[in-house]
């Protein structure tokens, strides 16, 4: 007979059942929200967005060292997880925007959170 733990849960940490998990789940609004953040340069694509729509060509002259191949890659991540839309203005030649979408501006509590628990991470520990 094998004992099982009973687990009394902390409801700030976990407020429905959905996150009282015991593995790995896509349905967890934790592990959802890290599946949008997670990937190199992908903070730093949502942070430029986060000050509102820019071309392709603006989002490559803010973050210089990111290769058009994964600056693409990242958009269409973020397209198909609808957290940003491509928008095509009508014209020669076409001029193609990103933004944010509602669920995409949802992120900026988690973004100053997560900066603001990085500086905690970074500072040197008191004694």
């Known amino acids: 007979m ?3 733990m009973v687990r009394d849960w902390d409801r700030t940490l976990v407020p429905t ?5 015991d593995a790995p789940d896509p349905a967890c609004p934790v592990e959802a929200a890290l599946r ?3 990937g190199r340069w992908t903070t730093l694509v949502i942070r430029e967005l986060l000050h509102g ?23 269409a991540r973020l397209t198909d997880l609808g957290v940003a839309e491509r928008m095509e203005a009508v014209g020669f030649p076409t001029r193609v925007t990103y933004r944010l979408t509602a669920r995409g501006e949802a992120l900026r509590p988690l973004m100053t959170e997560l900066y603001r628990t990085g500086t905690e991470l970074l500072a040197p520990e008191a004694n």
Not at 17 to 21: K, M, P, S
Not at 54 to 73: A, F, H, I
């Open 53 to 75: 729509p820019l071309s392709y060509r603006d989002l490559g002259r803010l973050l210089p060292s990111l290769s058009d191949k994964v600056l693409s890659e990242r958009l």
């Open 36 to 38: 949008v953040v997670g």
């Open 17 to 21: 059942d959905a996150g009282r998990t």
């Open 2 to 4: 094998t004992h099982q």
